[in-house]
T-cell receptor, first 110, second 112 residues
């Protein structure tokens, strides 16, 4: 049982490039989320999904897309990277109550 | 306690002492709370949780206290060890909207 896994661990992008951050969980959780973590701020919700085929926006969705074709996977796409998207990104999944996080992806946009 | 800003609140304790980390949450309608530990370069790790119908819950070396009157949550760590050094933050779950909201955290340093 690996829990929540994320790839890549680190990524450097140039402004305007696109990329996909991968997230997978093996706990059969319906609820999955993407957060970003910036210095001095709490985790902020980007997008979330309550089950396969269902996604919704969180607090800071602009510049990001998500899809949920399977229960296990919840990729986050940056359409055209901007320096303001430099951050650490965490994927999380939730069962009944408790929310578990992945190890994070550190993204630097130049 | 936790705050918004560039610098995290810090707490330094001697190894073996008890630690108390505080969190002021914002919404009286929050029904569930989690404490997380985050070590440098890692993802948040679940420590302990508590429902709003409880005022105390104990785990292994950790205790969470909830005071709904003043919207305050605390995490007590007994016999603090060097491996406890990390950032600790609380999360509150709001039933309406089914979302978690996170504090900025407190940085705990354990002095050997």
């Amino acid at each position: 049982n690996a829990g929540v896994t994320q790839t890549p661990k680190f990524q450097v992008l140039k402004t305007g490039q696109s990329m996909t951050l991968q997230c997978a969980q093996d706990m059969n959780h319906e609820y999955m989320s993407w957060y970003r973590q910036d210095p001095g701020m709490g985790l902020r919700l980007i997008h979330y999904s309550v089950g396969a085929g269902i996604t919704d926006q969180g607090e800071v969705p602009n510049g990001y897309n998500v899809s949920r074709s399977t229960t296990e996977d919840f990729p986050l796409r940056l359409l055209s990277a901007a320096p303001s998207q430099t951050s650490v990104y965490f994927c999380a999944s939730r069962g009944q109550e408790t929310q578990y996080f992945g190890p994070g992806t550190r993204l630097l946009v130049l | 306690g936790e705050s918004v800003g560039l610098h995290l609140p810090t707490l330094s304790v001697q190894e073996g002492d008890n630690s108390i980390i505080n969190c002021a949450y914002s919404n009286s309608a929050s029904d569930y709370f989690i404490w997380y530990k985050q070590e440098s370069g890692k993802g948040p790790q679940f420590i302990i949780d508590i429902r709003s119908n409880m005022d105390k819950r104990q785990g292994q070396r950790v205790t969470v206290l909830l005071n709904k009157t003043v919207k305050h949550l605390s995490l007590q760590i007994a016999a603090t060890q060097p491996g406890d050094s990390a950032v600790y933050f609380c999360a509150e779950h709001l039933y309406t909207g089914n979302q978690f909201y996170f504090g900025t955290g407190t940085s705990l340093t354990v002095i050997p």
